[in-house]
Every structure is written in structure tokens, then in C-alpha cells.
């Protein structure tokens, strides 16, 4: 395999495709699209995402010290595209896209109803990285849509249909290759 | 669609699968499998990285301050969960698996060759959060397989073939869904 060296870029992929639900400052809900969102801790479960200091959004979650983490299915790529390129101070997003909001369960900020999961999140502390602010975050509750659920009420991921990022494209999942820990199974 | 509110616990999907290469105090290379690992800002680029403290490569991160992300492929598959439940202190991954190292053009800590993308990275900050410390670093090179790369000299996404990760499953990319803005020309 030949390699070519090329300068820094954000070369990580696949990265999730999420929608984030915030508060502005007068109680108005805002959602816009994030990549730049991860799994940061085990106990407690935290997450951290990435935001411009210089969007609506940024503003609207560094006062309420909250923020919702939606999962979107396919269905729902043309709202993902949407909320990832229109400003809240230029468009009605949720008009553009027909998404709605229903209420979180310890949040004032709402949830993406149309999405299968929700993720509620409590700001710990921001870290400052230059072209972005770094928002590490407690999870304080999740929702699972009842039809992701298996009998044992674990999440079947062959239902949910996420999307990934590469690059500047959106992906779709393919099949489930194996599970954690198969080669130990393989190898007894 | 009727949700069930669930206990916190670190539901965000798709993730990541990376292997992640760094040096013992004696320069000794070592290979663990992460997925909890994103992108947090773009200039300059940087990535952020969780590991649990008590684990063998926390020490090298933090006494080298360098890492490397090797993006595998679905071929990998096998290698990828051995990292990811075998202990250095244990086995010897690199016998185990078959991977082989190449230098880096910054770091002394060398990339998996059989990876098509390596990120180098250099630690700016440790953030300290219960269960995993959070370190945040510098993209500072990208190394990419010329296979992968099109006739412009960027990567074409269907070649990659990535692993992502669900639960504690193993998944495929399937198909390309469109790219960023897609939305903007079907309305023009």
C-alpha cells in the first residue's frame, strides 16, 4: 500500500450525523445539524460536541446550559441538509423541514419528535479551541422510539437506520459485520 | 412513534472504529481499538480522544503527548476486536493480528500500514472526566492510501469501506446518500 502525505484536515470518518435542539435567550427552539459530536466518558455518560462561537446556537446553549442530541434516520436526510445550512436568523427551519418538537423529560429544551432517538444534555464545562468551543456534557436522559426496541428492550441497531459523515457525504449503514469480542468466540 | 425514556448511558451511534498506535516509556509501540473519538475543531484541526486512565496507553499518551488514528477497513475486522479486548500486558497484539507499523513523517510513534488513513496527532490538552481523561491534539499530518485517492487527489468514500460502531456492534457503510447542500440544488 503506497501512501501519500497530505497537510492536517479533519480527515476522521465515519462521524455521526445528529440533529441538536437548543433554547435561544427568549424560550425559542432552535435545531441545527453537528457531526462534530462524540462519546467522551462511561460514568457518568458524557458527551461532547463542537460548535462555532459565532452561531446562534452557540449563544443559545452556553446560556441555558443545555442541549439535545436527536438521531435522525434516512427519512430524515433532507431536514439534516437543511438544519446543516440555513441560520435560524434567515429561515423558519422547522417550517422548511416539517420537523417537530415534543418536551424533554429534565430539559426546558424539547426534543425532535420525528427522530427515534433523543439524547438529553447538561453542560459541564466548555473548553475553548480556537475555531470552535468544545461543550463536555453530562447525559441526563435518553428516549428510544418503542419500535427500535427488541423484547429484552435493548436497541436492535438493524432498525435505525443512522447516518454517517464522510467527508461532505452523507451515508447510509450497511450490514452489521459482527459484535464486540467475536474473536474470543472464534478462537475457544 | 411513541418513545420509552431510558436511564443515561452513551447512546450515540454511528461511531467511529479507529486504531489508535503510541509508544511505551521505552519506546515500545502498542495498538488499542476506540471509537469514542471525534473531530472538535477544523483550524487548526484537532480531534479528541477518551481513554480510561488506568489503561497501559494512557501512560504513553500522556508521558509521549503523541498518538496516532489509523482508520481501518472492513477487512481489518478481526484485528480491530482483538485491540480492543487484549491487553499489552497480556499478548502481543502485532503477532495476534498480523499488523505491521510504518514511520510517521512527525512523530515517533510509527502508523498501522495496513490502515488507509493514519492521523498524526499531537496532545494540547488533557481534560480530566471521571471514568476517561479526554485528550485534545493537533492533526498535525494525514497519510492516505494513492488507492483510495481519485483523479483530483481526493478520497473517493465508496473505496473506504470504514467500520462503524453501534452498541457493541461492528457495521458496514452501505450506500452513498448525497453530499452536503444537496437540498440547495434540488430547490434552485
Not at 446556537?57 to 430524515?76: C, K, M, R, W, Y
Not at 435518553?142 to 435505525?160: K, N, P
Request: glycine residues 6%; aromatic residues 8%; proline residues 7%.
Amino acid at each position: 500500500m503506497s501512501k501519500r502525505l497530505q497537510k492536517p484536515f479533519p480527515a476522521l470518518y465515519p462521524v455521526p450525523v445528529t440533529l441538536i435542539t437548543c433554547l435561544g435567550s427568549e424560550g425559542e427552539p432552535n435545531v441545527f445539524t453537528a457531526s462534530w459530536v462524540g462519546t467522551v466518558s462511561s460514568s457518568p455518560p458524557q458527551v461532547a460536541i463542537s460548535v462555532r462561537p459565532y452561531r446562534y446556537s452557540h449563544v443559545a446553549i452556553e446560556q441555558t446550559g443545555e442541549f439535545v442530541i436527536n438521531i435522525p434516520d434516512e427519512s430524515l436526510l433532507r431536514a439534516v441538509d437543511v438544519c446543516g445550512h440555513i441560520s435560524k436568523a434567515r429561515a423558519d427551519k422547522f417550517a422548511m423541514t416539517g420537523l417537530t418538537l415534543m418536551p424533554a423529560s429534565q430539559l426546558k429544551t424539547p426534543l425532535v419528535a420525528e427522530c427515534p432517538v433523543n439524547i438529553e444534555c447538561q453542560v459541564v464545562q466548555k473548553i475553548s479551541l480556537d475555531s470552535h468551543d468544545l461543550f463536555v456534557s453530562k447525559i441526563i436522559a435518553v428516549h428510544v422510539d418503542e419500535a427500535l426496541l427488541d423484547e429484552a428492550g435493548f436497541i436492535d441497531y438493524s432498525r435505525t437506520r443512522p447516518i454517517a459523515y464522510l467527508g461532505n457525504e452523507y451515508w447510509g449503514l450497511g450490514q452489521r459485520l459482527n459484535t464486540s469480542g467475536f474473536f474470543r468466540r472464534e478462537t475457544r
